[in-house]
């Protein structure tokens, strides 16, 4: 199921599909310079949906970058909903990376 939504939340989200577990690591990809959210629900609900799961770090890697240099930046009215819930996200994350790496309990 994980993987599935991860898919999922990679076309939505990146605009492209998930790489194969199989296929060498690659570095995150980077956004557009002028991002492109063709359906402001569909983006919105899809970074809740990333901000609510406890995916596995490695898999949450790919999406942080690019929710920081795309989806953070946007500065349209339209998107804002968009913002925020990027913002959240984005928070929730590195709480969550923070408390791992410093072993505090949340």
């Known amino acids: 199921m994980e993987d599935a939504l991860l898919e999922q939340l990679y076309l939505i989200l990146l605009n492209q599909p998930r790489p194969s577990k199989l296929a060498q690591p690659t570095p995150p990809p980077a956004?557009?310079?002028q991002l492109q959210i063709s359906n402001i629900q569909t983006t919105r609900l899809a970074l809740e949906t990333l901000g609510a799961f406890d995916f596995q770090?490695?898999?949450l890697q790919m999406f942080?970058?690019?929710i920081?240099?795309?989806y953070l930046?946007?500065?349209s009215v339209e998107v804002w909903p968009i913002f925020l819930a990027?913002?959240?996200t984005y928070k929730?994350?590195?709480t969550i990376a923070l408390a791992f790496?410093?072993?505090w309990q949340l």
């Open 31 to 33: 956004p557009p310079a």
């Open 68 to 70: 920081a240099q795309g």
């Open 73 to 75: 930046v946007a500065d």
């Open 92 to 94: 929730r994350q590195h």
């Open 86 to 88: 990027a913002h959240q």
């Open 64 to 66: 942080m970058r690019y």
């Open 101 to 103: 790496r410093f072993d």
């Open 57 to 59: 770090r490695h898999a």
